[in-house]
């Protein structure tokens, strides 16, 4: 079969060439796949250098997908058995890995909305526990993942949403999914202050982080000085496109109520992770749940291997 192929560690981009035709053990389903994502994830796990990578090379790429088992069921699959990813004709999957797609999903949209709206999802009902009518603030809201966040905490409840992000055309975009407020990440230090002053003295309920980095620790420090006192923020750390890390001043954590957690693979188990996925992919036909997609071949993966846009996701087809 045709896939795209990783020889070894630190490779640039996958080759497309043949691969041995997987067979499915007990428990497993042989899957003819439809579509695939590039994420982070997938691109960090193919390199070996994301924390849940398996070893052994070549491998397939790809963590995910849509697909038709040997009956006919389309199925997003995850986590596909090693050395078979997700792009290439046939992959295989556990049983317990496949969710059932709902009509009017979009084999496309399904493949690339699984992974970000997982995140979000995840984050708000097994780390955050989110309440009804709570306000959450969203650190990097103009990125596919950030996007989704928005369509999703308003979907699950949340009264009110804070979008921050650089691009201040693509904030303004997100009041149109369900942003109430934005806060534009690149002005002087003094303005982002005081923007950020004037959310949390309001009370922000929870945050989704998908920086990390600088504004970060300027959340941070926000929640801790301007927060009401003795009511908690729930931080939730999901990425670090902006930084791997940040000083962190105790007193941040001393004078203040503020809940630090990440929610990712290893913070959450992978039944609830699978749990969020099917509750993004099931709510998405009715709610509306929007995100940008480019459709490509997988003969071509690796031109668009190493693309980095961070509002189109790139979809690849056998």
């Known amino acids: ?17 043949d691969f041995p035709m997987p067979v499915p053990a007990a428990g497993q389903h042989l899957i003819r796949v439809l579509a695939s994502s590039i994420s982070h994830l997938t691109k960090g796990r193919a390199s070996g250098a994301h924390y849940s990578a398996e070893s052994g090379f070549p491998l397939v790429a790809g963590v ?6 040997e009956d006919g069921q389309r199925v997003y699959f995850v986590l596909p058995a090693h050395p078979y990813g997700s792009m290439a004709e046939f992959c295989v999957a556990d049983e317990a890995h496949c969710i059932m797609l709902p009509d009017g999903l979009d084999d496309s949209v399904a493949a690339a909305m699984a992974i970000p709206g997982m ?11 989110l309440l009804h009518g709570e306000t959450v603030l969203i650190n990097g809201a103009t990125g596919i993942s950030g996007r989704l966040a928005v369509q999703i905490a308003k979907h699950l409840g949340a009264g009110k949403v804070i979008a921050t992000g650089r691009n ?15 806060v534009v990440l690149t002005q002087d230090s003094a303005n982002l202050q005081a923007a950020l002053k004037h959310e949390f003295v309001q009370g922000v309920d929870v945050v989704l982080d998908y920086l990390w980095g600088e504004s970060a620790q300027a959340l941070i420090e926000s929640a801790a000085q301007f927060g009401p006192d003795g009511v908690p923020t ?3 750390q999901i990425g670090a496109t902006s ?16 809940q630090l957690m990440g929610s990712g693979i290893g913070s959450v188990a992978l039944p609830r992770l699978l749990a969020a996925i099917q509750g993004a992919l099931t709510a998405a036909p009715t709610a509306g749940f929007q995100v940008a997609t480019q459709i490509i071949p997988l003969a071509q993966i690796a031109q668009v291997w190493n693309q980095d846009n961070a509002r189109v996701r790139t979809v690849l087809q056998p």
């Open 1 to 17: 079969m045709k896939a795209g192929i990783v020889t070894e560690a630190g490779q640039s981009a996958p080759i497309y060439s």
């Open 64 to 69: 995910d997908g849509v697909g038709l088992r």
């Open 119 to 129: 995140s979000s999802w995840a984050a708000l009902m097994e780390r955050a526990r």
């Open 168 to 182: 201040t055309a693509s904030l303004e975009a997100l009041q149109a999914l369900g942003a109430d407020e934005t």
């Open 234 to 236: 729930r931080y939730v």
């Open 243 to 258: 930084g791997t890390n940040i000083i962190l001043p105790g007193a941040a954590l001393r004078s203040s109520a503020l």
